[in-house]
């Protein structure tokens, strides 16, 4: 008889590790990096120091993975909101910029326990070479999108400045004091860069 999927080592470990990371978000959004408690994580989760240790090799591992699966669902966001503009007919490369950023926003407000915590800084060492990678393919997407305009292309400096606001305005966005502030905010800055990218 063969063992339902849930009990399955297969299936065991990844709830383990979607417990710990659960738990990790609290713990670390709560009391950020240093102060974390990786016996506080654990209890949490309900799992074993070992069982951290096996899925993530430490705490910088576990917050590294916290960031990284962060930025993914970020990235599927507004790579979903790109996919149904386009769906929908719209075919101008700002206006499809200017949904995925929207929906990047939005998720910086729908998430803003991670975005402040990454924000703050003082994670482990390295994060913020893997942050700035991130960046860094964050706005080769956005890159891409923005190269397909008819008239003149968006220069790269141009690129780099839309997705430097987009960044500090998700900061803004995730520290505002109620989400109707938050989405006043997410809108004006997105009005301004739509009024950037019609300038002649």
Known sequence: MTAPASLRPAGRAATTRAALLSAA??????????????????ARAGASVGSLYHHFGGKGELYLALFDEYQHR????AAAAVRT???DGVDDPLALFLAGA??????????RDLARLFLAGGGPAGFELVARRRYREWTRRNAAVLSAREEEPWGDALVLVLTTVMSEAGHEVAVCEDAGHAARLATDVLTLVARIGAAP
């Open 25 to 42: 978000r609290e713990v670390f959004t709560a009391s950020g990096f240093a102060e974390a408690s990786i016996a506080e994580v654990v």
């Open 74 to 77: 970020q990235e599927e966001r």
């Open 85 to 87: 503009a386009r769906v």
């Open 102 to 111: 929207r929906a990047y926003l939005d998720g910086c407000w729908e998430e």
